[in-house]
């Protein structure tokens, strides 16, 4: 089965960085674009970031446009999102997935369980 696995959440102040990864169980995923999503408590899962197969081509929400960047290793089958001056509105659970198409949001057809990020004031 098909896994897609986060890791590097934790608890951050507020200016703080965190580097969240994601590991895909199958080197298939090195074709796939990938991307980062998060859903906050009470609120709907939002698109963060994409990237395209390659790496070459990038897209970010206007909220975290400028503080996250998002990269891949296809050689590890990993997606890495790095967090800088963090907010507290960034706290969430964020979620990677994958698609066999670029896509700036939803739908995408691979999910992660998530990784909580919280960001103390």
């Known amino acids: 089965q098909v896994q897609l696995v986060e890791s590097g959440g934790g608890l951050v102040q507020a200016g703080g960085s965190l580097r969240l990864s994601c590991a895909a169980s199958?080197?298939?995923?090195?074709?796939?674009?990938r991307a980062w999503f998060r859903q906050a408590p009470g609120k709907e899962r939002e698109f963060v970031a994409a990237i395209s197969r390659t790496g070459s081509v990038t897209y970010y929400a206007d909220s975290v446009k400028g503080r996250f960047t998002i990269s891949r290793d296809n050689a590890k089958n990993t997606v890495y999102l790095q967090m800088a001056s963090l907010k507290p509105e960034d706290t969430a659970v964020y979620y990677c997935a994958a698609d066999r198409l670029f896509r700036l949001g939803f739908p995408y057809d691979y999910w992660g369980q998530g990784t909580q990020v919280t960001v103390s004031s």
């Open positions: 199958e080197r298939t995923f090195s074709t796939y674009a």
